[in-house]
């Protein structure tokens, strides 16, 4: 049983240019979250979201980023017109049952964008 | 508001010692407690977790933490630890408005 899987692993993007982050859930996990981890920081929970709908996006800026989990396919996590400050891992988790902290999420390996 | 302090940002211990990580919480009810363990480029992995009950919770790979409500902490412990522990470990507290609150992490060396 494949864990979840996060690709590309490592992106690089210009300034003003949008980044595109996948995120392939655990198979039977249809609750998926997204998380940003800046250098010498902790996870910032950014949004959950289950199969065609955003549950709580309290956590993601409201300019520029934007998060879709489609019926079929992966999750995918977009930020327009990149800027430095989103220089950062972003991780995905999924669950099998949601309720966020009472189902254990199992992390992916993250996506690090770099930012030029 | 929810936070979680880790005081210690980095911490290093022979192998075969014993280990402990702080963690204190901010909560205002009982909270949900946490420790993931993150190895270089790869994701977290949950060693543990405290709902209720028992305050001496056991995790995997020999962990185990112990709630005090009394001093609103959560600290990790390993009685022998291995140089495959060498990683960044991450107290959580989540509560009753669904959120996952992670503290800035410490990062564990071992000497061999």
């Known amino acids: 049983n494949a864990g979840v899987m996060q690709n590309p692993r490592h992106l690089v993007r210009r300034r003003g240019q949008e980044a595109r982050l996948r995120c392939s859930p655990m198979?039977?996990?249809?609750?998926v979250y997204w998380y940003r981890q800046l250098p010498e920081e902790g996870l910032k929970f950014m949004v959950y979201?289950?199969?065609?709908?955003?549950?709580?996006e309290s956590g993601m800026p409201k300019e520029r980023f934007s998060a879709e989990f489609p019926k079929e396919g992966p999750s995918i996590l977009r930020i327009q017109q990149v800027v430095r400050g989103d220089s950062a891992a972003y991780f995905c988790?999924?669950?099998?049952?949601?309720?966020?902290?009472?189902?254990?999420?199992?992390f992916g390996p993250g996506t690090r964008l770099t930012v030029l | 508001a929810q936070s979680v302090t880790q005081p210690d940002i980095h911490i290093t211990v022979s192998e075969g010692a014993s280990l402990e990580l702080r963690c204190n919480y901010s909560?205002?009810?009982?909270?949900?407690l946490f420790w993931y363990v993150q190895s270089p480029g790869q994701g977290l992995q949950l060693l543990l977790k405290?709902?209720?009950?028992?305050?001496l919770v056991q995790g995997i790979k020999g962990f185990e933490a112990e709630f005090k409500r009394s001093q609103s902490s959560f600290n990790l412990r390993k009685p022998s630890v291995h140089w495959s522990d060498a990683a960044e470990y991450f107290c959580?507290?989540?509560?009753?408005?669904?959120?996952?609150?992670f503290g800035k992490g410490t990062r564990l060396h071992i000497l061999p």
């Open positions: 988790a999924s669950s099998p049952w949601g309720g966020r902290f009472r189902d254990t999420q199992y």
């Open positions: 198979k039977g996990h249809s609750h």
């Open positions: 979201l289950q199969k065609e709908n955003i549950i709580d």
């Open positions: 909560y205002g009810a009982t909270p949900y």
């Open positions: 405290y709902f209720s009950g028992d305050t």
């Open positions: 959580a507290v989540g509560g009753g408005d669904d959120k996952i609150i």
